[in-house]
């Protein structure tokens, strides 16, 4: 009996426990700062990237949502990493790539580190309040309107699937 009323009570306060909002300041490719407070009412997708791996091509996809659905209202954050030693050597080296062979017009950041102590606040944020770090290139956080963790995706989730559209037609509408 004890049992039952002690996970009770675990529900009842986890339900009670709201989600933190996740934040953060990048500094951008281009130069500059992006804020996650700039896009607060916004969903934003936040993507680790990386220009010489398997899922390289997920750029393409990254870049049809960005035009699909910028207009309702969704970022699409691009984040250069080299945390698993496949990106290219600079921030310059990395726009120029997505330039040319992915004709990149979403936000993009310098090249960070997205896991383990060195990693960007942000993805601190995610990891103390999902568990979620990236595993590998092109691991996607969802961020909702008010700033809290909407979903996860690892690599294999392509920015086309069904369940990522439809996950973000949710925050959208």
Same mark, same amino acid.
Request: glycine letters at 10%.
């Given at each position: 009996? #004890?049992?039952?009323? #002690?996970?009770?009570?675990?529900?009842?306060?986890?339900?009670?426990?709201?989600?933190?909002?996740?934040?953060? =300041?990048?500094?951008?490719?281009?130069?500059?700062?992006?804020?996650?407070?700039?896009?607060?009412?916004?969903? =934003?997708?936040?993507? /680790?990237?990386?220009?010489?791996?398997?899922?390289?091509?997920?750029?393409?996809?990254?870049?049809?949502?960005?035009?699909?659905?910028?207009?309702?209202?969704?970022?699409?954050?691009?984040?250069?990493?080299?945390?698993? /030693?496949?990106?290219?050597?600079?921030?310059?080296?990395?726009?120029? #790539?997505?330039?040319?062979?992915?004709?990149?017009?979403?936000?993009?950041?310098?090249?960070?580190? =997205?896991?383990?102590?060195?990693?960007?606040?942000?993805?601190?944020?995610?990891?103390?309040?999902?568990? #979620?770090?990236?595993?590998?290139?092109? /691991?996607?956080?969802?961020?909702?309107?008010?700033?809290?963790?909407?979903?996860?995706?690892?690599?294999?989730?392509?920015?086309?699937?069904?369940?990522?559209?439809?996950?973000?037609?949710?925050?959208?509408?």
């Amino acid at each position: 009996m #004890f049992r039952i009323i #002690f996970l009770i009570v675990l529900l009842l306060v986890g339900r009670a426990v709201q989600a933190a909002p996740v934040s953060g =300041v990048f500094p951008s490719i281009d130069g500059g700062t992006l804020s996650m407070e700039y896009w607060r009412g916004q969903p =934003v997708l936040v993507v /680790n990237t990386a220009s010489q791996c398997g899922f390289t091509g997920q750029y393409a996809g990254l870049q049809d949502l960005w035009e699909t659905y910028r207009g309702k209202g969704l970022i699409v954050l691009a984040v250069p990493s080299d945390d698993f /030693n496949q990106e290219l050597a600079t921030a310059a080296e990395v726009k120029e #790539f997505c330039a040319l062979n992915y004709d990149l017009t979403l936000p993009m950041t310098d090249i960070l580190h =997205v896991k383990g102590a060195g990693a960007h606040p942000f993805y601190k944020a995610v990891k103390a309040e999902t568990g #979620f770090e990236p595993g590998w290139n092109f /691991n996607k956080v969802l961020v909702a309107p008010d700033g809290t963790v909407a979903a996860t995706f690892g690599s294999a989730v392509r920015p086309d699937s069904a369940r990522m559209k439809r996950e973000i037609e949710a925050l959208l509408n």
